[in-house]
């Protein structure tokens, strides 16, 4: 009733969904892990960190579903920097995680771990993908940005109208800039997309739902990437 901004509101919604999220909702995929493997050399290593841009990756022997621990970009840099040769004394112990697991049960579990980055297993011990505290930190105050990320504008107005979406936003987001009250198990654009064709989209897929007409623009390794979305008319 106007005691409220529109940033304190979002806050609150926020925080009240924040319950309801599991780790699986806000976790980076599998496909999308850069991580090292335990065989790799000082110079190796210090490439992926120069390359990537990140400040910790996972560690794996072997395979990418047996990550063994964390290793933190600081700490191979001043190894390196002494003279030191061997990465393994460097990889700490990583935190490992349930898809089911509650982020806000997770933010508590990140405090008397100290550490930043959680690795999510299925029920057979495979990889399904990895989650940091900074992920959940922007369930509450929205995506944040350093000086070395590079900015990603999740939706785009075009001139006529339409918006231009990626589809790794997250799904109630959507709804929210179109005034949708949809309902969907789906917590991600990609994942209501995928629903709603009901297989691996392709570009050039066109469906309508939810009062919205959208088209598949853009499809990479079977996976959706972008959407064109208009609003429909009111019938």
């Not at 990626?166 to 789906?186: I, Q």
């Not at 392709?202 to 088209?215: C, N, P, R, S, T």
Request: one cysteine or more; hydrophobic letters at 40%; aromatic letters at 6%.
């Amino acid at each position: 009733q106007g005691s409220l901004d529109r940033e304190e509101g979002q806050l609150i919604r926020s925080a009240i969904r924040f319950d309801d999220l599991d780790a699986e909702d806000i976790l980076t995929p599998r496909v999308d892990i850069v991580a090292l493997e335990d065989t790799a050399t000082m110079d190796q290593a210090a490439a992926v960190f120069a390359e990537e841009g990140f400040s910790r990756l996972p560690v794996y022997h072997e395979s990418i579903d047996n990550i063994v621990g964390i290793i933190h970009q600081k700490d191979l840099f001043s190894a390196r920097y002494h003279g030191r040769t061997d990465l393994t004394p460097l990889i700490t112990p990583a935190l490992y995680i349930t898809p089911s697991a509650k982020i806000d049960d997770l933010m508590r579990q990140f405090q008397q771990a100290k550490t930043h980055m959680a690795i999510v297993l299925d029920a057979h011990g495979g990889t399904v993908g990895l989650l940091t505290l900074e992920d959940i930190v922007e369930e509450l105050v929205g995506e944040i940005w350093d000086e070395h990320d590079e900015v990603i504008e999740e939706f785009k107005k075009q001139e006529d109208g339409s918006y231009l979406i990626a589809c790794s936003a997250d799904l109630d987001d959507m709804f929210d800039l179109f005034a949708v009250k949809g309902a969907c198990a789906a917590t991600t654009v990609s994942g209501w997309v995928m629903e709603q064709v009901g297989r691996v989209p392709e570009e050039g897929d066109h469906f309508q739902a939810e009062g919205l007409d959208v088209i598949v623009t853009r499809v990479e390794h079977r996976r959706v990437i972008e959407i064109q979305v208009r609003v429909l008319p009111e019938e």
